[in-house]
């Protein structure tokens, strides 16, 4: 019998102190089967981020051989360039109105569709279905609905007496546009979560509110939300990163613009490196996002975890 | 006998992992691969050009056993696509250098002034193609003429003589009538990368003298030359003479719109007119050269359908053989035919189709100036995308012109700066 701790209680055996280094005792040859997703981690991963982060000292077109360092330049731009800005504060609206629809709505779903309800996993698996679709595609359903001539909204707006409109003429109906996109696409991942969290929740602790005299709202405020934190967690977090690096419904539906109106930080990265041949100043502003995104993921989960400890 | 099965296990999907990876990664050597030449053509599946250039293509390996091309069609990022080929060192043996064999590409060309059909290059293409001591990096195909594409029918219909429009007042007037006749003045897409900015290529050769033109290619940029060009555009927005579909019409809905008479003029190359004639193949086309504030009238044009070869190749003796057989009149004049163009070779014929009449109008008879691409030759590399994107706001109505010639400054200094 193995000298476990439980053993030696049993015994009266002074019990073996756990080993502090990880994965000790653990047969070598466990340690080749990392070797595919390290290698392939390291390939795909860490190579191009350490070479982007080279990158971004220099001046280089992207594709010429010559490149000359230009040490901080690059970030420097970051401070002055409007465009940027602009991408910047579009990234948060993406990031942040996409977090907030997803969840709101994600848990309306959610707590509608965990009841017994006659074909409710028909519904959640309607609700679900967009996640498995690309977003390159709903970007291009929707522009196709949003289209000035022969799009299904303004073919509506005429139906009931209105005039044709440019939807995507506008900037801020551009933006709003592409937060409802993207939220209506990935919603059914925050339901998924939420569900699963409600699931979690003991019927007896919903039983003995009840029997405590508490309504459905009570309850749902004082028992089911507080228990639902380690979910909020994960979808609020997951949204939001998948927010801020949002790209493909982006460049499918108004291609950044009107002008510059609609990029995200991502979208601007594409253009500055593609089409502006400012190799350097895209891979500047590819750290400075992905900075951003971890110092925005830390804090969160940080703000989050400290709820769930504090409950 | 566990310990075996795991360590031969785990050494499988190492092996398994490292020949996924070599198999996807390239050689780095680039180009060839065995004895097939790599052409990245830049023209799409489907179109006349590609279909012509297969057809010369295959009837060369036909008479050259040994020699095997590979035809690349073009995708739709085919810049993007070769600039990666480029930085990662898997450079194809000869591609489609679109109007940038000299100014963008030269440095991984073969420089080809001693090919015996050099002497022939059309010298309305010297501009754009040579650099000052004489070096070309391409064989073009076909010379770029473009004008003011205009639908005959729509024009006739509102009373506008199209040999008129000698003025930008002239111009506008024109449009005025047109509007009142229910069409669309000017269409313009929005949502393709690139003819937004074409209004400005059109225009600001005819806005700026040559001293001006002169200081801008030497690193000077002055918004207030420039913003005459984006006020003129504004002026057409303020005035409803663009298509209300902006945002959302695509390159194909242009050519369609001026096909079908919904629209009167377009600032594209020819190639938009051979797609208006797909769709309406009665249309009656043709094109009028751009007024000038500066100057006389003049046309746009330059290298378009050009091939030039990997300089590091290993078949630069058979790609250079190639290209004396596409130089050869018969094989050029069918290609620049297929592209809708004038041949690039002073030894080939030009036949325009539906435009040839404008062609002999402005071009034989009246020896109209041709002007080269206004960002290619006066602006540094990589400024096409901010004159797409200001303009594309103007037309919007998000920015007023002095802003988007403010970003056009901002870039231009940051890029000129980069290329120096």
Known sequence: MADTPAASRVTGAPAARPSRKRGAGRPARVNLFYVPAVVLLGLFTAYPLVRGILLSFQNWDGYSPDMTFVGLANYARLFTDQV???SLLNTFVYGFGSTLVQQVLGLALAVALD????????VRAIIYLPVLVSPVIMGT?????????????????????????????????????????????????????????????????????MLDGAGGWKRFWGVTLPLLQPAFATSIVLNLIGGLKLFDVIQVLTGGGPGYSTNSVSTFIGKAYFDNQSAGYASAMGVALFVLIIVFTLVLNLFLNRRRLEM | MKSKTARVGALILT??????????????AGGSSGGTIQVETGFASGSDLLATFTKVTNAYEKSHPGVKFNLIPSSTNYEQDLKVKLASHDVPDMWWTHGWSRDRYSKFLEPLQDQ?????????????????????????????????????SVLTKAGVDPESLTSWSAFDAAAAKIKATGVTPIEVSGKANGPAGNLIDWIAPGKYTDAQLASLKAGTFAGS?????????????????INPDYSSATQQDMSKALGAGQAAFIFQQNSVAADALTTSPDAQLGFLPVPSDTGKPYLIGGEMNAFGISKTSSHLTELKAFLKYLAQPANDSALAKAAGSAAGLTTSTSDLGALQTSYD????????????????????????????????????????????VNQVGTDFKSLYGQNK
């Open chain 2, 225 to 241: 030359v420039y913003k005459p060009i984006v006020d003129q555009v504004e002026s057409w927005r303020a005035a409803g003479y």
């Open chain 2, 361 to 404: 109008q402005f071009v034989v008879k009246d020896k109209t100036r041709l002007v080269p691409y206004f960002d290619r030759v006066y602006l540094p590399n990589g400024m096409w995308n901010t004159l797409v994107t200001t303009t594309d706001s103007v037309i919007t109505g998000q920015a007023q012109p002095a802003e988007a």
């Open chain 1, 141 to 209: 359903m929707y522009y196709l609905l949003f289209q000035y001539n022969s799009g299904t909204i303004n073919d509506i707006v005429i139906a009931f007496g209105g005039h044709r409109h440019a939807w995507l003429s506008d900037s801020a109906t551009s933006v709003a546009l592409i937060v409802l996109v993207n939220s209506l696409q990935f919603v059914g991942i925050s339901m998924i979560i939420y569900l699963a969290g409600l699931q979690s929740i003991p019927a007896e602790l919903q039983e003995a509110a």
């Open chain 1, 115 to 122: 009841r017994a309800l006659r074909g409710r996993n028909v």
């Open chain 2, 116 to 152: 015996s059909w050099n002497k022939d290059v059309n010298p309305q293409l010297d501009a754009a193609m040579r650099t000052s001591s004489g070096a070309i990096y391409a064989l073009p195909l076909d010379t770029d003429v473009a004008g003011i594409l205009y639908n005959k």
């Open chain 1, 84 to 86: 940027f800005r602009t």
């Open chain 2, 15 to 28: 092996a398994a992992t490292a020949a996924a990876l070599l198999t996807g990664c390239s050689s780095g």
